[in-house]
């Protein structure tokens, strides 16, 4: 049984596990999407999220902080510098993790994580979809609607038909006198 185990040791010792997830974390900093396997990404998720979080206090005692998990001086760098400032206005869940299929070798499962606010291929999509409305509200909507073509047509377009039927009587009068010549 699996009581009070929290975290998966992804069969290796702690200092190998700590060392690949540092690795995995500064590469997915510094690359923005990687490719490995499911039960890896779920770990790595819980480690560089935490570390997303911090990079919004750009403090040297955050830096300090974030360089002792990472060990790369690189990807500390170019975490306090670009992604944080994209992942400002998000709460939290700043890694997506896509499945990808089986690996041909071990049929492991496979999959890509990556940074969320650096997919421009979903976030272009997010712009297209429309907001959803309730039901409600829309059958509020389409009362309006039929409410709306049941109404006349507002003052001002009756007194322009009558001006405009009270200006044909008029031309009908000098077409008249016109065709019709006092001698």
């Known amino acids: 049984m699996r009581h009070q185990k929290r975290i998966n040791h992804l069969g290796r010792t702690s200092a190998h596990r700590k ?4 690795n995995m974390a500064s590469s997915l900093i510094l690359h923005k999407r990687i490719t490995t396997t499911l039960a890896k990404a779920k770990a790595l998720r819980s480690y560089v999220e935490p570390l997303i979080t911090r990079s919004k206090d750009d403090s040297t005692h955050s830096r300090r902080v974030v360089f002792s998990y990472l060990q790369n001086k690189e990807a500390v760098s170019e975490l306090f510098r670009e992604v944080s ?99």
Do not use: Q
């Not at 060392?19 to 540092?22: F, G, I, P, Q, T």
């Not at 869940?93 to 969320?116: H, P």
């Open 19 to 22: 060392a690949m997830l540092s």
């Open 85 to 183: 400032k994209k992942i400002m206005e998000r709460p939290g869940g700043y890694t997506r993790i896509l499945k990808t299929g089986m690996r041909a070798g071990d049929n492991a499962d496979m999959c890509f994580i990556e940074l969320v606010d650096y997919n421009e291929a979903m976030l272009g999509k997010k712009e297209e979809v429309k907001a959803k409305t309730t039901r409600r509200s829309r059958k509020k909507k389409e009362e309006e609607e039929t409410a709306e073509a049941k109404t006349p047509a507002p003052k001002e377009e009756k007194e322009v038909k009558k001006s405009k039927k009270a200006a044909k009587p008029a031309e009908e009068e000098d077409s008249s006198t016109e065709e019709n010549p006092v001698i």
